[in-house]
């Protein structure tokens, strides 16, 4: 830690750095941020103190009558904003978790030094240390107004005739819609090149960020299946901590670079209508000794190690109540429904996109032995990733330690089954509302052991008020659909 704060107090002076956005995230892993003087970590202060902050204004934390808090900063998260560097802009982030005041330690309220910890410690008493690389999918616009309804998905500005299900779409205006110019047709987007794809600076210019000021090794990045600026920017696996991290400052730095562009970046699962919606499919390997413990080269199916098994074999016992994490807002789905490539279906297999557990097998050979993982798809980018890694972790420690069989794999498209042939398969559903998530997450004693009883009842209370609000909200398409009874 002292070597840490060194660093980054070095990092600090050579940037002649003047503020230090201060974060951490709530229940929902949005950000919350507290700007402090650079001085205030040049001194240590902030670092060996931490900062003092009203819990009570955070949803999920703390009541009014207990309501003060600490910030503790990680100086091993600090980095430099770049578009920050005009005179007296010039601004650093970093994040912390949350202790209870008095110096009563790390609070229960909080996702990272909670939750997230705590589950990389039940790992590591296990003997295992979990692995994590998610790829988060995200849309950016040029113009988002929700009181406009559009009819025509290319969004012409008298509205358009309509399209062949008759339907209103609110289409938020995307860069790549423009007049004159070439237009990415629905579902296909995935790969396509400049001049179609006109998000290419912007995507360089977020992952080169990311690289250079984070210290995020960049995999890829290209655009996504979704004609209206869907785009998908992958970093490398990490341990659960450093990866969520990783996760928050990569949202934060796609947001704030879009708006710089002008433009909007958003993570919300869904927000165009009959289109592809964004996920975050998450890829997790298990290691021991140095060792990928999922790798086994004598297995002819995978080179799935038995042990790689019972850690799916948890994925698909605990998937439902998974569901509630990993997907938890109303929004989340829209976009759990067959024909848009996400998985709906309890299943696991290699090289299936239509399962909820794929094994991918790009390679074969021990040489490759470090890439065995699987790949669990019901997650999406809204979800708080501190809470969601630790709960598919312990959902497939759980696996290994009931030594849970995953049965056997489906090798076939699953949408295209017919009910019969799923019910031969032993193939069940995910849930399909938020309240139906909610309840499964109630009953099961794995993912409340994991989050623990603060976040886990805070956790159902803010989603079921979201429930209750969607419910009770009168929509545009009600009105259009129902009007004339």
Avoid at 334 to 350: H, N
């Amino acid at each position: 830690m002292k070597r840490e704060v060194s660093e980054a107090i070095k990092k600090l002076k050579e940037n002649e750095v003047r503020w230090v956005h201060s974060t951490f995230v709530d229940i929902r892993g949005l950000m919350q941020d507290v700007v402090i003087p650079a001085r205030e970590y040049l001194s240590k202060k902030a670092f060996e103190d931490g900062i003092g902050f009203d819990g009570s204004s955070i949803r999920g934390f703390k009541s009014i009558d207990e309501s003060d808090m600490v910030l503790m900063p990680d100086p091993g998260t600090l980095a430099v904003l770049p578009w920050t560097m005009k005179e007296n802009q010039r601004s650093a982030i970093v994040i912390g978790d949350v202790y209870e005041a008095f110096g009563n330690g790390p609070s229960d309220v909080c996702p990272r030094g909670y939750v997230a910890k705590r589950a990389e410690e039940a790992a590591e008493e296990m003997g295992y240390r979990g692995y994590f690389g998610p790829e988060l999918e995200y849309f950016i616009f040029s113009e988002i107004d929700p009181t406009k309804l559009i009819w025509d998905l290319w969004v012409s500005p008298a509205g358009g005739e309509g399209d062949s299900w008759g339907a209103p779409r609110v289409v938020p205006q995307s860069p790549e819609i423009k007049p004159g110019g070439f237009v990415l047709r629905p579902k296909e987007a995935y790969f396509r090149p400049p001049p179609e794809d006109t998000t290419i600076e912007y995507r360089n210019e977020v992952a080169s960020i990311l690289e250079d000021y984070f210290g995020i090794e960049i995999e890829m990045h290209h655009h996504e299946v979704a004609t209206a600026g869907q785009l998908e920017i992958d970093f490398k696996y990490g341990t659960l901590v450093e990866t969520a991290d990783r996760a928050i400052y990569y949202k934060f730095v796609a947001k704030n670079v879009a708006k710089k562009h002008g433009l909007i970046a958003t993570f919300m699962p869904k927000p165009v209508y009959l289109d592809n919606a964004s996920g975050m499919h998450v890829h997790i390997s298990i290691w021991r000794n140095k060792s990928n413990a999922m790798y086994d080269e004598n297995d002819e199916y995978a080179e799935l190690s038995q042990i790689g098994r019972y850690f799916v074999g948890g994925l698909l016992e605990h998937a439902r109540a998974l569901t509630a994490i990993c997907c938890p807002t109303v929004n989340s789905y829209k976009r759990l429904v067959p024909g848009f490539e996400a998985p709906i279906y309890i299943m696991w297999s290699r090289r299936n996109r239509s399962a909820l557990v794929r094994i991918p097998v790009y390679y074969r050979g021990r040489k490759y032995a470090k890439l065995k993982r699987c790949e669990y798809r019901a997650v999406d980018p809204s979800c708080n990733p501190y809470l969601a890694f630790s709960c598919l972790l312990m959902a497939g420690l759980d696996g290994i330690r009931k030594k849970i069989e995953p049965g056997d794999p489906v090798d076939e498209d699953v949408y295209k089954l017919s009910p019969e042939r799923k019910r031969a398969l032993g193939i069940g559903e995910l849930p399909t509302t938020l309240r139906d998530a909610l309840e499964e997450m109630k009953s099961d004693e794995v993912i409340q052991r994991a989050l623990g009883s603060h976040i886990f009842d805070a956790f159902i209370e803010y989603k079921t008020n979201d429930w209750n609000q969607y419910c009770l909200y009168v929509t545009p398409w009600e009105i259009m659909k129902y009007l004339d009874y």
